[in-house]
């Protein structure tokens, strides 16, 4: 039987890359609270979750625009 081990966790670049997002400006997103994240000693991590957080906030603000 295999085990399949799935991420519990992201690193910043990782999350800039599953959106798509410089570095740059993930850094910031995670800096100004967009994006949550928590610090593992020198590093930052962030949960699958709250990625997917993140994007439906953005879809939301979108839909809102749009039937305002």
Do not use: C, Q
């Not at 039987?1 to 910031?28: C, D, Q, Y």
């Amino acid at each position: 039987m295999n085990t399949v081990i799935r991420p519990k966790w992201h690193t910043t670049a990782e999350v800039a890359a599953m959106l798509g997002f410089g570095l740059s400006k993930t850094k910031m997103l995670i800096l100004t609270g967009e994006i949550r994240s928590v610090k593992v000693g020198r590093n930052r991590r962030i949960l699958p979750a709250w990625v997917d957080e993140y994007v439906a906030n953005v879809a939301a603000e979108a839909e809102a625009r749009w039937s305002a």
